[in-house]
């Protein structure tokens, strides 16, 4: 009877040596082989294996070069107009505010003055002009006519045939200069978008492309004569550039037309993507810096002028295993990671691994792709086994 006690309180001790060193929670069977070191092994059902979260090495195109930089956004400069007055006078009105989005041709503000009044009346003078010449020609073209037919009847001397001649090529130079004249004055009345019978012409400056007001310093009955200051600024956001200051010792790593990718302070966690537009060909002379601008797309008009970022520079990528960084945890014997070999067996392996890059870090060796590791609860099985 004390026998049976004795070896029922044994087996008992067994169980819970068992369940403190993490390894299965019934003994194993007699001659069964014991885990090896470094090896937890947890029941089926085990509320342990709850606290454990997996995930699947993989294989990451990563860059082997990269050059970090700071980087702010611009205005395309291909795509910004600063618009000026085609005429001096009175801004009669203006049809914009700042941070207004207009269409290519929309209306932006009208101006008259002495100069629109100027170019009506230079086109109605042409008209008269030519009118007059060609009124000219026919006269001329007819003393010519009658000059010859004199000449054939022997009426009049020959001189007298040159004579009408000449005036009649004169009459026809003088009607091309009209005609000239008239065309100059019919394109500034083009160029003013203004008609010939206005009486009170007014111009109405009008967007060169779509885009958004980005500055105004021109107000309503105001008087505007200088016409070489810009009044208006007109931007195309639908693309901005990126500019960042790369360190002159890096800049071979970088070339016009690779992708770059972005990322923005007022969008943590986002990453968007350029492609290097314009290299400097100066380098700063006191930061040592070469300036590089990169093209973005900017369809929904999220990025604006002026806000910072970083920009990532990569030269070439390579295929490589990556675990996610959180898999990994520091030891005596080094980086290891918790592989599951079977369901609820996790063995310790030691891992060489390369630069981080992001939320994943670079394996050289010691695990291989399509291996399963412990993400969350790593420290848990570390406290269950000891280094080997």
Request: aromatic share 4%.
């Amino acid at each position: 009877m004390k026998a049976s006690i004795v070896n029922a309180f044994l087996a008992f001790l067994a169980v819970a040596a068992a369940s403190c060193s993490g390894r299965a929670q019934t003994p194993p069977a007699t001659g069964a082989e014991a885990a090896p070191p470094g090896t937890v092994e947890f029941a089926a059902g085990s509320p342990m294996l709850t606290e454990l979260h997996r995930a699947t090495v993989t294989v990451a195109d990563l860059p082997t070069e990269e050059v970090v930089a700071t980087g702010k956004i611009e205005v395309n400069p291909n795509r910004v107009s600063k618009v000026l007055l085609p005429v001096g006078g009175r801004i009669v009105s203006v049809a914009v505010k700042v941070g207004d989005a207009v269409a290519a041709g929309a209306p932006l503000l009208t101006v008259e003055g002495p100069d629109a009044d100027a170019a009506v009346s230079a086109a109605l003078t042409a008209d008269a002009n030519v009118a007059q010449a060609r009124a000219a020609i026919v006269k001329a073209r007819a003393d010519f006519d009658r000059a010859t037919d004199l000449f054939e009847h022997n009426a009049i001397a020959m001189k007298e045939v040159i004579s009408a001649q000449s005036a009649m090529v004169q009459a026809e130079a003088v009607g091309q200069q009209a005609d000239a004249l008239r065309e100059q004055a019919r394109r500034r009345l083009a160029v003013l978008n203004l008609s010939a019978d206005d009486p009170r012409p007014q111009v109405v400056v009008r967007a060169p492309f779509s885009g958004k007001v980005l500055e105004l310093s021109i107000v309503p009955g105001e008087y505007r004569n200088d016409t070489t200051a810009s009044v208006m600024t007109v931007a195309d956001l639908a693309t901005v550039w990126v500019s960042s200051q790369v360190p002159e010792s890096y800049i071979r790593f970088v070339q016009v037309g690779e992708r770059v990718d972005i990322s923005l302070l007022a969008y943590p966690g986002e990453t968007f993507s350029g492609h290097v537009s314009r290299i400097a060909d100066t380098v700063d002379p006191q930061t040592r810096t070469v300036k590089v601008q990169a093209e973005m797309k900017n369809p929904d008009g999220r990025f604006r002028p002026e806000m910072y970022g970083r920009i990532h520079h990569i030269e070439s990528t390579v295929r490589t295993v990556v675990v996610p960084s959180a898999a990994v945890v520091e030891r005596d014997i080094g980086s290891v990671v918790f592989v599951e070999t079977a369901p609820g067996r996790f063995v310790q392996r030691r891992v060489t691994l390369g630069a981080r890059a992001g939320d994943v870090v670079r394996v050289t060796s010691g695990v291989e792709a399509g291996e399963v590791v412990v993400v969350d609860g790593v420290m848990l099985l570390k406290n269950l086994v000891k280094a080997t």
